[in-house]
């Protein structure tokens, strides 16, 4: 049993929980910034019209139908990535523990800007944005150079094993999990963006998970990014729970996925990431089970609809319930994760 203790000034805990506050009040300071650029430019959501194994998204459609009939712009996860940067780069920045959480998620939100500007731009039919292949590129880019920095800049070449003692030595295989962690995780988030306050809300739990481990850690710059985020997200979700003002867009999906899988990387804690991401790991799942059924089973569907957010909506849930049955489950899992952590660290 190790002993865990918390060598942290007052004065550093208040520095650091001031970082979310600053982050929240940035991010309603820029809101009508954006909602004054996103009504004058029209950047509506564009609905998607076909579904991801080519035919047409009927269930899909009849669901939102009602929602789009309003113009709801889209591409609002530029307020909390602007405000976590100038927040991060003037009061929180530092090499090894800052600098590649921000910059993955720039490069993200880069990948998802592209996208959501051709969205915006596009006729309203078929996938309305990048193909999936292209972001996947881009993406898979982005983590590269992420993991190339983590292990020849940062000389992190080992993980931790949750209930073993000590490090597992991989050297250079980092890299490659690397890559897989954050591609993962920023589809995995991307693919959660569906409902009203549901990203939002799903994202703020595992960044405050995250910002508890990295504080035990003796990691702050990473806890300070970590509640930057929170904060910043809590006001993008002040205005994005159901009605939805706007929606983030895949600007804000990729840049959050990816930020989180760097995060857990950063903490050595990526076997977690799955616990503390539940939601992300059973909402990215579903997609995969659904397209591997249509395929294998002669287009046989597992859900009605995929992911399995609109599945609860498709058998009769309000989308209120499901975006807070959500957020409870996801809830839950961040305090598994937290007691796994304690245990697999301190027990």
């Known amino acids: 049993m190790h002993a865990l203790t918390i060598a942290l000034s007052s004065h550093s805990l208040f520095r650091i929980l001031l970082l979310g506050v600053g982050g929240f009040l940035l991010a309603m300071a820029l809101t009508p910034l954006y909602t004054t650029l996103a009504y004058r430019g029209q950047w509506w959501k564009r609905p998607r019209t076909t579904a991801v194994t080519g035919e047409a998204a009927t269930v899909f459609s009849s669901l939102h139908a009602e929602k789009h009939k309003r113009h709801i712009p889209t591409m609002a996860g530029m307020i909390f990535i602007v405000a976590t940067g100038i927040i991060t780069i003037v009061f929180n920045l530092s090499r090894p523990e800052t600098w590649l959480p921000v910059a993955a ?8 800007l592209i996208d959501d500007i051709i969205n915006i731009h596009s006729d309203g039919t078929g996938i309305a944005g990048l193909p999936s292949k ?3 590129t881009l993406i898979t880019l982005v983590a590269l150079l992420g993991g190339w920095f983590f292990y020849f800049k940062l000389n992190v070449g080992s993980i931790h094993i949750p209930m073993l003692s000590g490090q597992w030595h991989i050297g250079w295989l980092i890299i490659p999990l690397f890559v897989i962690v954050v591609v993962a995780t920023a589809n995995a988030v991307n693919i959660s ?8 809300g799903l994202t703020a739990t595992a960044f405050l998970a995250y910002a508890i481990i990295a504080l035990i850690e003796h990691r702050y710059g990473v806890a300070g990014f970590c509640f930057t985020l929170v904060g910043t997200l809590l006001s993008y979700t002040w205005f994005n729970v159901f009605p939805a003002r706007f929606f983030m867009g895949d600007i804000g999906s990729f840049a959050l996925g990816t930020a989180l899988g760097v995060v857990a990387m950063l903490t050595d804690t990526v076997l977690l990431l799955p616990v503390i991401g539940l939601v992300f790991v059973a909402e990215a799942g579903s997609v995969v089970l659904q397209v591997a059924s249509k395929r294998l089973r002669h287009g046989k569907k597992i859900f009605r609809v995929a992911p399995v957010h609109h599945h609860f909506e498709a058998i009769g849930w309000p989308e209120t319930k499901v975006t807070m049955r959500f957020w409870i489950v996801g809830q839950l899992s961040a305090f598994a994760g937290l007691i796994l952590f304690l245990v697999g660290r301190y027990m």
């Open 193 to 200: 963006d569906g409902l009203d306050g549901l990203a939002g």
């Open 105 to 112: 998620l720039a490069g993200a939100a880069l990948v998802g």
């Open 134 to 136: 292209v972001k996947l």
